[in-house]
């Protein structure tokens, strides 16, 4: 059990943009799977010229139905939260055939676990740079950047301030919490950017996957707590003479199918660095023999 109120409803139809709220419209690609959940939501905010947050995955068909949705309307900005492989290839294509610039924190940073969500994009390459309190202004909207570290290094968040709601990326999401896979995911991080985003005053959050969150603060504050008592757990075990990866994750991961055995690892992993970098843990060796010490 992880306390946290995960909501798996979800309503949507994929290939057709959907009304969501003013000035808020969601397409769903038809990239569905264990951490990508019902798929993508590229969000299309504003009606006429309009911002699309997070075109997706790398399937023409869900371009095509973009815009198609968007027919007698301008795409003038694409905005893209991170460089995972669900989130930003889309925006190449979308470029193309719109013409529309690119905005993003960055290309993506360092090296990470590639096979994970499919896997990184390391071709990005935004034309604007953007940076924490950035404002991004278009035709009826003005969307504020917050630099949001931990899932992706290079991870940003909207908010529309005027319309009360915050474009989350995958740092949130209703029906799962997201993985952090080191070195380019960093639990230090995300606890951080987790505590900024609980000050945001935006009252409905809208993660790129999945249904919006309607109680952004009670969420986040059970999202911390979960992460924290993972954390906790790997303490214990490796207090308690634990000390690889594959015998925590047979501790701490009673019943995980084997396909997701080594993305548990890097998520323990991830932990056992938070741990570290405060002083709890010494890593001793490399590789298969890295061992756990706690100090
Ligand atoms: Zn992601």
């Not at 068909?61 to 893209?80: N, P, W």
């Not at 000390?243 to 019943?255: A, E, F, G, H, K």
Request: aromatic share 8%; charged share 20%; with cysteine.
């Amino acid at each position: 059990m992880t306390g946290i109120p995960f909501i798996h409803d979800f309503e949507f139809r994929y290939g057709i943009v959907e009304p969501v709220t003013d000035g808020i419209r969601r397409i769903v690609a038809r990239n569905p799977g264990p951490f990508t959940g019902p798929g993508t939501g590229t969000y299309i905010i504003g009606r006429g010229e309009v911002a699309v947050i997070d075109p997706g995955p790398m399937l023409p068909d869900h371009v095509d139905a973009l815009l198609a949705g968007l027919a007698e309307e301008t795409v003038s900005h694409i905005l893209v939260t991170h460089t995972h492989a669900d989130h930003s290839p889309a925006a190449r294509l979308l470029r193309q055939r719109t013409g529309a610039p690119v905005f993003a924190f960055g290309p993506h940073a360092k090296d990470s676990a590639g096979e994970l969500e499919g896997g990184v994009d390391r071709e990005f390459v935004p034309d604007f740079l953007l940076d924490d309190g950035d404002e991004v202004p278009g035709d009826g909207w003005s969307l504020e950047v917050i630099h949001t570290p931990g899932h992706c290094s290079n991870h940003i968040c909207f908010a529309w301030p005027d319309a009360g709601a915050l474009f989350c990326g995958d740092h949130i999401m209703a029906w799962s919490t997201p993985v952090i896979i080191p070195p380019d995911g960093s639990v230090g991080d995300y606890i951080e950017s987790l505590g900024r985003l609980s000050q945001r005053p935006e009252r409905v959050f809208y993660p790129t996957h999945g249904t919006p969150i309607t109680d952004p603060g009670d969420f986040i504050a059970k999202v911390r707590e979960h992460r924290l008592h993972r954390v906790e757990q790997v303490a214990a075990a490796i207090a308690n003479g634990v000390d690889n990866l594959p015998s925590l994750r047979r501790r701490i991961y009673t019943d995980i199918p084997r396909n997701l055995e080594a993305g548990a690892e890097l998520s323990l992993l991830a932990s056992i660095l938070y741990l570290q970098e405060r002083g709890h843990v010494l890593i001793v060796g490399s590789g298969r023999r890295q061992r756990y010490v706690p100090t």
